[in-house]
């Protein structure tokens, strides 16, 4: 098959509907042709969400190792780190303040390090995670950087960080074990000072959930293997780190979020879930199929301090 380069505009991508439908199809887009190269122009985009930061990330991370094994099967021996002929950047007239964030969350770092690079290990931003789940990382992170400006009890903060490092698990169990270019597992931590809300977005390009679900219950059609995934207590993995519970891990976020007013989404195969304002998902179907699985949850950094109920004294106001 012939490859081209083709050229790819980016427009404004938010933490919207919008946004998410926008990356769906452009990943089912990109990674329906790997053998082309792309050449991403960012002259149009004023903003770019967590979101899609880990799916463009994703793009790259998923065309660099498809570009990597190709040449490996071709036999023109180790392949480069990087081809920047595979993927390339246009940033001629990027907004100024857009390529300074996206220098301080380190997605140049990862993606293109020509353009800037992490000098510490603290920060709140985009991250790719190798091939072997790195348990205390992971978890240090989540803990001591991520969840800093949310007010909440250490022992619901045990909780959130928990039921995250599952979402984390899983993206381990059902994606790099299968995945065919073995990409990494991405994420995206954001602070907004402005509308005072923290976000986080974890993607695996490594096969979706209906897939996996159906492997688990053979005859389960797309949508109802979508939903069953997101019912609480169903799990097609059951191993986890010493000390955390076990389960899927959107039981505690989906309550977390109803309380907090904040905003939990989960995209996976032609599939969006988002949970509504009285705790239940609502499913909405997505252009094109996005190959994997990405999960995002933003709350809000309010005045309130949040606590599991078992916490609560009746002197103290229950929250959560």
């Known amino acids: 098959m012939k490859r081209e380069r083709l050229d790819v505009m980016m427009p404004p991508i938010r933490d919207d509907e ?22 991403f122009d960012f002259s149009k985009c004023s903003t770019i969400s967590h979101n ?21 099967f071709k036999g023109l021996g180790l392949p480069s780190f990087f081809s920047t002929q595979k993927v390339a950047f246009k940033l001629d007239g990027i907004n100024l303040v857009l390529m300074d964030r996206l220098r301080e969350l380190g997605f140049w770092h990862y993606v ?12 709140i931003g985009y991250r790719q995670h190798e091939t072997v789940l790195e348990d205390v990382e992971i978890i240090n992170h989540l803990r001591d950087n991520w969840l800093e400006k949310l007010s909440v009890s250490e022992i ?12 984390f698990v899983n993206a381990y169990g059902h994606g790099l074990k299968e995945n065919p270019n073995n990409q990494s597992v991405i994420s995206c931590g954001y602070y907004d000072s402005k509308d005072k809300t923290l976000s986080l977005s974890v993607l695996d390009f490594g096969g979706g ?5 159906q492997r688990h219950i053979p005859g389960l059609e797309g949508s109802a293997a979508f939903k069953w995934a997101l ?9 986890s780190a010493p000390d955390l519970p076990r389960g899927l891990g959107f039981g505690i976020l989906r309550d977390f979020v109803q309380v907090n007013g904040g905003v939990l989404r989960v ?25 994997g699985t990405l999960i995002s949850i933003t709350v809000n950094c309010d005045k309130k301090h949040y606590r599991l109920k078992s916490e609560i004294s009746e002197h103290t106001p229950a929250y959560f």
Do not use: W
Request: proline letters at 3%.
């Open 18 to 39: 919008s946004g998410y439908k926008y990356l769906s199809k452009l990943s089912h887009e990109i990674l329906s042709n790997p053998q082309h190269s792309y050449y």
């Open 52 to 72: 899609g930061l880990v799916v463009i990330g994703g793009i790259c991370d998923y065309l660099k190792q498809y570009e990597a094994k190709t040449k490996m």
């Open 112 to 123: 293109s390090p020509d353009h800037g690079v992490i000098t510490t290990s603290d920060y």
């Open 156 to 167: 619901l903060k045990a909780e959130i960080v928990s039921s995250i490092y599952e979402i």
């Open 209 to 213: 959930i209906v897939e996996s679900v």
């Open 231 to 239: 019912e609480i207590g169903n799990s097609t993995r059951t191993d």
């Open 267 to 291: 995209c996976s195969d032609a599939y969006m879930a988002t949970v509504g304002a009285d705790g239940t998902y609502v499913t909405k179907s997505t252009p094109g199929r996005f190959a």
